[in-house]
C-alpha cells in the first residue's frame, strides 16, 4: 500500500522569503515522487519528480525538491517566492514496479501556498 | 498538442438527470484517469484505464457511477441518476505507460458540475 501526508494545510510567505511545502510517503518498496501545482479553476499541472538518482530534483518555475530516504519526505522548496506562486500544491507517490496497480499515484491532500507581497 | 481535453467545462442539472462528461485524452498516452474534487473530500481517484481496459474502479462511488472507455481517443464518465451530492469538479487525465510507470499524469481543464 502506499500513501502521502501532507502536514500542512496552509504555508504562507511574504514575496523574496524561501518556502518549503512538506511531503511525508509511506511505500512498500522504492517510491517514485511527484510535485503538481492547481491555479484557481484549473487542471493540475506537473512541477517536477523524484524517481532515482539525485536527491536534489529541480523542476519548473525555479521550484526543487530534495529527496530523504531516512525521514521519507520529500518537501518542496523555493529559494525566493513569488505572489504568483500562489496556489494548490499536491504531492503524490506511486510504489516501484513491483506494484500491480503501477498506473496508480496517490495524492496528499494538498497544502495551499499564500505568497504576500 | 492540445492537451487533454474535457467537455463539458460547465453543468448545470437537475437531481435525477443523467450527466455525461466527456475525456479526449493526450495521443500516445496509455493510462487514463477520472478523479472527483470537492472541498470537503479534496482529490479522489474514481477509476482508471490502461490501454483502454478499466484497471481500478474501487473509487467509484456507487452503481449510480459508470465509466467508458470505448477506443483509446475517448472517454466518458456518467452519472445516472445525478444527485446534488455529486457536485464537484471533475478532471480527466492521461499519461504514457510502457515499462516507465513513473510517468507524470496531465490533467484537463474539469468540468465543473452543479446539481441542483
Known amino acids: 500500500a502506499q500513501s502521502v501526508a501532507q502536514p500542512e494545510d496552509q504555508v504562507n510567505v511574504a514575496e523574496g522569503n524561501p518556502l518549503t511545502v512538506k511531503c511525508t510517503y509511506s511505500v512498500s518498496g522504492n517510491p517514485y515522487l511527484f510535485w503538481y501545482v492547481q491555479y484557481p479553476n484549473r487542471g493540475l499541472q506537473f512541477l517536477l519528480k523524484y524517481i532515482t538518482g539525485d536527491n536534489l530534483v529541480k523542476g519548473s518555475y525555479g521550484f526543487e525538491a530534495e529527496f530523504n530516504k531516512s525521514q521519507t519526505s520529500f518537501h518542496l522548496k523555493k529559494p525566493s517566492a513569488l505572489v504568483s506562486d500562489s496556489a494548490l500544491y499536491f504531492c503524490?507517490?506511486?510504489?516501484?514496479?513491483?506494484?500491480?496497480?503501477?498506473?496508480?499515484?496517490?495524492f496528499g491532500d494538498g497544502t495551499t501556498l499564500t505568497v504576500k507581497p | 498538442d492540445a492537451g487533454v481535453i474535457q467537455s463539458p467545462r460547465h453543468e448545470v442539472t437537475e437531481m435525477g438527470q443523467e450527466v455525461t462528461l466527456r475525456c479526449k485524452p493526450i495521443s500516445g498516452h496509455d493510462y487514463l484517469f477520472w478523479y472527483r474534487q470537492t472541498m470537503m473530500r479534496g482529490l479522489e481517484l474514481l477509476i482508471y484505464?490502461?490501454?483502454?481496459?478499466?484497471?481500478?474502479d474501487s473509487g467509484m462511488p456507487e452503481d449510480r457511477f459508470s465509466a467508458k472507455m470505448p477506443n483509446a481517443s475517448f472517454s466518458t464518465l456518467k452519472i445516472q441518476p445525478s444527485e446534488p451530492r455529486d457536485s464537484a469538479v471533475y478532471f480527466c487525465?492521461?499519461?504514457?505507460?510502457?515499462?516507465?510507470?513513473?510517468?507524470?499524469?496531465?490533467f484537463g481543464p474539469g468540468t465543473r458540475l452543479t446539481v441542483l
Open positions: 503524490a507517490v506511486r510504489d516501484g514496479p513491483t506494484d500491480t496497480n503501477a498506473g496508480k499515484s496517490t
Open positions: 487525465a492521461s499519461s504514457r505507460g510502457g515499462p516507465a510507470p513513473y510517468n507524470e499524469q496531465f
Open positions: 484505464f490502461n490501454n483502454n481496459v478499466p484497471i481500478d
